[in-house]
Nanobody
Framework: QVQFVESGGGVVQAGGSLRLSCALS????????MGWFRQTPGNQRELVAG???????NYADSVQGRFTISRDNAKNTVYLQMNSLKPEDTAVYYC????????????WGQGTQVTVSS
């Protein structure tokens, strides 16, 4: 099993920045890919960014150029630096991890609220 500790959410004005952190414990050694998802009420959870153990990254088009995902394998921690935030970035952000290099994510954090005011 993998446990998550997420932090860094909050309220910020449009144009501002936030940094989310997610520390894994437990069987974190088995994790290949980590990612951040977000969800708003009434909508499906969507992938924001993902990063492999080898630091290959992918981003949703809506955040490309504004968000940066990074990973510290020694600390089993993944980060999401969010710059130039927009009100439409408001959502609950979830950290996730999977054992395989592709496919569905196996483990999920509890989520942290990000609110961007206009």
């Amino acid at each position: 099993q993998v446990q998550f500790v997420e932090s860094g959410g909050g309220v910020v004005q449009a144009g501002g920045s936030l940094r989310l952190s997610c520390a894994l414990s437990g069987s974190a050694f088995s994790i290949h890919t980590m990612g951040w998802f977000r969800q708003t009420p009434g909508n499906q959870r969507e992938l924001v960014a993902g990063i492999s153990r080898g630091a290959d990254t992918n981003y949703a088009d809506s955040v490309q150029g504004r968000f940066t995902i990074s990973r510290d394998n020694a600390k089993n921690t993944v980060y999401l630096q969010m710059n130039s935030l927009k009100p439409e970035d408001t959502a609950v952000y979830y950290c996730a991890a999977r054992v395989a290099w592709n496919g569905e994510y196996d483990y999920w954090g509890q989520g942290t609220q990000v609110t961007v005011s206009s």
